[in-house]
């Protein structure tokens, strides 16, 4: 202490002494001190309350970050050393430097995990604004739907007093109606209010839409007779009712949105997205429009959440040029992908099976794209460098996409594409199992279980269901499996997914098969679910060195839960809450 003393007083006797304190080799001291003093830690007190997540599943009491990034992870006491160590001569001879202040801690309480940020691998964010604009799900038969639009109509000054503005939202389900139908224009004109208006509704699996009598009167010369994949609906006259089914809905031209009516739908979006500890989501099928906002928005630097977007593909107008990717991940978007639709929905009858429904002889459902094309297309865009995502609900969908897959593999490296299978909800035996020797991603929603479950039986009969939603076939066939929601068709709350992924049971405890779950040998484990929402997505955007775990270098994304999901009863993990949720280090959602 002598030896310090004499130093500073000397310091403030001598102006030329004093004047080092402003030298450059100061001021990079004073930076390393900075260095090693900033930041802040999160820790579990006295548990290993932190899931990393990493290659041996590690928990730990704490994770330190440092700016956006992970710096260290493990005991309290040890990170707190590391991170507040005695600073070396001459650096504690300086007055700035004497009393180097603690690692800044911020606990959680007994209950309270930490997780990395949660993703969902499968989801439509600028439809989930629009869905929430109008509640149509809530619509608890056609009347109600109508009611529902024309409360939004007299609700929205901007539309009310427009008859040209259109009027869009998602969301019916025509299968919770007592009519037992599809929706007609003529539902729509029925109230005075909607009468004239352009209205644009689409269903809540997205593979339909219902428009009004004015859409169809302005679109009619271009409606054909018939959609390769698709459905329009008509009435005795044979005039279209208002109701176009998978490829039918391409007929109705989309209206344009401003960025203002976009960036509403998407702070929309990541307002519940942080709410739900969602940090990034892989948008699925963005259309050229959707995708040019999304990298306005990147280039701006004003994404708020990380976004892998999947470009919509177009057979009449693509290229498959590798210069059409987007890389810009520490500003929020990457675009390497193409969406491609094999088939529609088994909700509406559109997938495409090898045998005819159980509930209707008459149907195979139909595939979207020529199989001869989706042969033609997909080794020339893997070979370009994309990554190929094909939705394919059918077994014969599936199987038709896995021989594309197949035949385009010979001659590349998988895991520089990585294609996945997005839904890829009903499988033959045999498919599943060149699904894991491909090594095909399975792109999967937990969700769709338990809401399917109540009727898929009807449409498949008793035998073929059991290749519906077969998660623990596919493993032990090797692939490899993400999860999802598909919101706004489901919830897009993350713990959701992960409770239907282990329970396979309704949120009450229900399942067509008993309390038991529906078909329970094909749950997760909770630990393979936790991954399926963190490092497997990751891994199927080619993002797994950035984030998916909480290990050092990574991305500092993670997410404060009230309750260990991973210990507590199955019946508590819905009551779970998100209590914070950081991206890039910074907390977006909550506080700690």
Not at 41 to 66: I, L
Not at 159 to 166: A, E, G, L, Y
Not at 362 to 374: K, N, Q, T, V
Request: with cysteine; proline share 6%.
């Amino acid at each position: 202490m002598g030896v310090i003393a004499a130093v500073l007083l000397g310091l403030y006797a001598f102006p030329m002494l004093r004047d080092v304190q402003h030298s450059a080799a100061v001021v990079r001291m004073r930076e390393q001190v900075d260095a090693l003093t900033s930041g802040y830690a999160v820790c579990t007190p006295g548990r290993q309350g932190v899931y990393t997540v990493d290659g041996d599943d590690s928990q730990v009491e704490c994770v330190r970050v440092q700016g956006d990034v992970v710096a260290d992870v493990g005991e309290r006491d040890a990170i707190t050393k590391r991170w507040t160590k005695e600073l070396p001569w001459p650096l504690s001879v300086y007055p700035f430097s004497l009393l180097a202040p603690e690692l800044e801690v911020h606990g959680v309480d007994e209950d309270s995990i930490v997780v990395p940020g949660l993703t969902d691998s499968h989801c439509h964010v600028l439809e989930y604004g629009a869905f929430k604009q109008i509640p149509l799900e809530k619509g608890k038969n056609i009347p109600d739907v109508v009611k529902h639009v024309r409360n939004y109509i007299m609700s929205n000054d901007e539309i009310f007093t427009n008859m040209s503005k259109p009027v869009l939202g998602w969301g019916w389900d025509h299968t919770a109606w007592p009519e037992k139908r599809f929706p007609m224009a003529t539902d729509l004109d029925a109230d005075p209010i909607i009468r004239g208006r352009p209205v644009i509704l689409t269903s809540k699996d997205g593979h339909a839409i219902w428009v009004s009598q004015r859409v169809l009167d302005e679109n009619i010369a271009n409606i054909p007779d018939e959609v390769p994949g698709g459905v329009i609906y008509r009435d005795k006259d044979g005039k279209p009712t208002g109701t176009f089914l998978d490829s039918a809905i391409d007929v109705i031209p989309k209206p344009s949105l401003t960025d203002a009516d976009l960036r509403k739908r998407l702070m929309t979006a990541v307002r519940d997205a942080h709410a739900y500890g969602l940090t990034s989501i892989h948008d699925a099928a963005l259309l050229p429009e959707s995708l040019a906002f999304f990298k306005r928005q990147s280039e701006a630097n004003v994404l708020p959440l990380r976004v892998f977007g999947m470009k919509y593909f177009n057979e009449e107008d693509w290229s498959g040029d590798a210069e059409d990717m987007y890389f810009a991940f520490d500003n929020h978007l990457v675009s390497r992908s193409v969406k491609i639709f094999a088939d529609g929905a088994l909700r509406t009858g559109g997938a495409a099976l090898y045998e005819p429904y159980s509930d209707n002889p008459s149907s195979r459902g139909a595939m979207r794209i020529d199989p001869e094309l989706l042969a033609k297309v997909v080794p020339k865009l893997l070979a370009n460098g994309w990554q190929v995502n094909v939705h394919a609900i059918g077994d014969r969908a599936n199987g038709l996409v896995l021989d594309a897959f197949e035949a385009a593999l010979t001659n590349t490296n998988i895991s520089a594409v990585r294609p996945r299978l997005e839904h890829a909800q009903l499988m033959t035996d045999k498919d599943i199992e060149r699904l894991g020797r491909l090594g095909v991603i399975a792109s999967v929603q937990p969700t769709h279980v338990i809401d399917d479950m109540w009727y898929a039986e009807d449409r498949l009969g008793p035998s073929r269901i059991r290749g519906l939603y077969a998660f623990r076939s596919m493993l032990n066939a090797g692939a490899r499996i993400t999860l999802g929601s598909d919101f706004p068709v489901e919830t897009m709350n993350p713990l959701a997914g992960f409770y239907a992924a282990i329970t396979r049971l309704t949120y009450d405890g229900r399942s067509p098969q008993g309390g038991g779950g529906w078909f329970p040998e094909q749950a997760l484990t909770r630990r393979e679910a936790l991954r399926g929402l963190t490092i497997e997505p990751a891994h199927a955007s080619f993002s797994e060195d950035k984030v998916g775990s909480l290990e050092v270098g990574k991305k500092a994304d993670f997410v404060v839960l009230s309750r260990d999901i991973m210990t507590v009863p199955v019946e508590e993990i819905m009551e779970t809450k998100v209590l914070a949720t950081a991206i890039d280090g910074r907390v977006v959602y909550g506080g700690l």
